[in-house]
């Protein structure tokens, strides 16, 4: 572990800006789900997963090269091939082909779940050990979030669970390496780099899947898309990884306690979903639990 891995913010205004950076990460997280679920409409699973990538490979590509980032170091280039596999990859292609059995409520639950995860992950990788008091909010949180998502699907497990949960530990992988990479490289470089590593899969990917998957496009599924792969992919994770490199991986994933409880909000206003009267008090637990992780020592 390198001096930047355990390294922590010195002043107020770094932690405040941190904590920004994570919470519009956050933000543009709680629509994937919705967007990804419009994206259907006009586009198979695997053409969906495919062509998103290429979109925003073809963003961080351009960004890349206008500004003449050099590549990365040897040393990076096994934590940037877990972020791709795991962000960039796996967990849209697992939470996508879940979604076309599961709710996107019922999928919540991954998001749930994944703050507590990520916290695992980066205590394993980076050597932290968060405080009990931490452990205790973050676990709070996550059985609050749990409980109102599978109260929501009615608690029947589906078909799709098994792709959330693969989703889960692939993606609390991705966020950790990401997180410790965004200390040594700027974020949107992280995810960048990761999508250009990706790029020859995603574009084999798409040919063969727009050849065998139809395509029937609309409104909603051209937004969808353009979503997930400008807003979701390349934004979202961009100040995602800034805001971990900054407030550190584990006290940045239980901002994320909050992510369902938005994807719900959307899904009510985008897709139609009828929410229950409970949201309201799990959004208050759920906020109670983040602010005590917020205060706690990592």
Known sequence: MTAQDSATPST????????????????????????????????????LVAVRSVLAAIVAGGFLRAMRVPLPDRRHWAGLAVVAGGVVVGFPLLTTLALQTATTSHAAVVVGLLPLTTAAFAAVRTGRRPSRTFWLAALAGAAVVIAFTVQQSGGALRTGDLYLF?????????????????????GWQVIGWALMLCLPLTLTGSAVALAFEPVRLTAHGVIGLLWVAAGSTFFGLYVWYRGMASIGIAKASQLQLAQPLLTLVWSVSLLDERLSPAAPVAAVAVLVCIAVTQRARS
Not at 18 to 44: I, M, R
Not at 167 to 180: P, Q
């Open 12 to 47: 107020p205004i770094a932690v405040s800006s941190g904590t920004l950076l994570a919470a519009l990460g956050v933000l543009a997280f709680s629509l994937t789900f919705p967007s990804t679920a419009w994206g259907l409409e006009s586009f198979g699973p695997w053409s």
């Open 166 to 186: 693969g989703a889960l530990l692939v993606c609390a992988a991705g966020y950790t390496e990401g997180g410790r990479l965004a200390r040594e490289l700027p």
